[in-house]
């Protein structure tokens, strides 16, 4: 009985060794096999991106290099004295030269009978590059050109400005200045903080301007309550064709406009103006205008667009409501009867002529078709914005040849704003970018993505360094590709899908998968333990 026993005890145990012997082997099979193959399986991929580059690039100076030719200057002091007072400036660095002028250069002077004469032999005969200014100091004998236009300084239509010898240098530093970017376009590029220091008219002006974006699409609206009564003769294609092409045409190297037109029926603005008997007419007061935004908004068509849209509204009043005037919070009419509404557009009110008694309905009315869009080109050079010097005593501005179009310096005021809210967006875009990747760990940053980084951050370096050197062309080329590229990465579908799949969500995920593999093989490692602790050597009886 006894030899049975031992040998029932002797059967358990080789049992029992091959049970542990077996959960072990499973043990280290998952443990060398099927967690490397799972960390494998499931690493998150991420494509290497420059984050040094990025930082280094975010703390570099960024202002826009200016060279300024002065010609003619009277002695050496005067060119010293003038960019002494341009240092003033920090996110503008002028970058001044002199010389004397040139023989065709004083020819021309000499048989130049009037200001715009002057500008155009001057600009003819000395070829001003884009991103620079030309300063043509006259001499005492050719001042009587300036006297003659009661004036010290003549702002010309492409990229040159005329002074005599003794002009103010404070007011000239300050033309200057204003010319080759909108001050509170720079400011807004500057940050938040910046622009949250601005008082009263200069922080709304500076709200009011659209997002930098590479195009913008256009919307002409006219909006007719009572087609009944009127009928409207308006050829919209024409007006666009003769007033906005060219402007367009100007911009094709900074942005793209599209335009497009549109005619409303039966839709009116909700208003409820009051009769004026000081002016006799409707007065609507400024503060019932956001009003009318909100209940047309959504009447004039929702498109598929991934451009910010800006909206034009000419609109005609009521029988009953006109004529029909905006009136300032002092109670005085407004002259231009338009308004603006920040990064969104504007509203023409245009009045039409009072039909006679008897007259037969619809009344035919034929538009101011150069009101109106004078009015759209003005909104549209304010909301973009487009550099622009106010009247002052002795300063003359000499506007385009063409009234729809922009000056020289107008269009580099305008590609220079552009250029330091670009760079500004740049930043903050891929900035943000790399601190998203930093907080979501499994975050997958394909080599498309990286690709897109790689070459926002290359084309942002080029854009620095084009920008200080007043390589205007090139800056702009350079930083709207970079914001591009930038806008691309970070708004790729593979990095917004794991913003809304937070960590704590895995383990959702990963606890039915592991839970029910882990607990035998645990249990059975424990049973491997004990039976390594209590194992003893088998002592052999001697009869």
Known sequence: MGSDSDDAKEKDMDSSREGAWAAAGFAVVLVIVGLPVWWYTTTVYRAHLPYSTIEDLSHQLRYHGISLSVIGAPSYTFSEDLEKHLKSSRSIKFYVTSRQSEKNERERLKTALSVEELDEKMSAATKIVTGTLALFILPDSNSNILDAADAKIVVGRHRNVYATADVDMPTLTSL????????????????????????????KEAMRQVPTEPGYDVTLTLMIPEPHFISVAWNARKAVEDYLKPFVSQLESITKISIRSQVLYMTALSVSPMWSSSYKHFALPQEQLPLTINAIEAKLGSYVRTRPS????????????????????????????SFMVPRWGGVMIHNTPVPEANASMPYDVELDTHWIMATVLTHLQKLLPVPHIKPSEGVLVLSASKSCELTGWELDGLARARVSSYLANIRITLQSLCELVGEISNMVIS???????????????????????????????????????????????????????PDNQKYAIYVPLFLPVSIPVILSLKVVFGLYRKRTPIKIKED
């Open 176 to 203: 200057l200045k204003n010319m080759v970017i909108n001050s509170l376009a720079n400011k807004k590029a500057e940050g938040n903080k910046v622009l949250h220091d601005l008082k009263g008219s200069l922080r």
């Open 310 to 337: 800006l909206h034009f509204v000419v609109y005609i009043p009521k029988q009953d409501q006109s004529p029909l005037h905006i009136h300032k919070s002092d109670g005085t009419p407004v002259e231009e009867n």
């Open 447 to 501: 080599d498309e993505v990286g690709g897109w980084v790689w070459g926002a951050v290359e084309e942002w370096g080029e854009c620095l360094t084009a920008t200080r050197e007043g390589r205007l062309k090139e800056a702009t080329l350079y930083c709207s590709t970079s914001f591009i590229q930038a806008d691309a990465a970070f708004f790729h579908p593979s990095m917004l899908a794991l913003l809304y799949f």
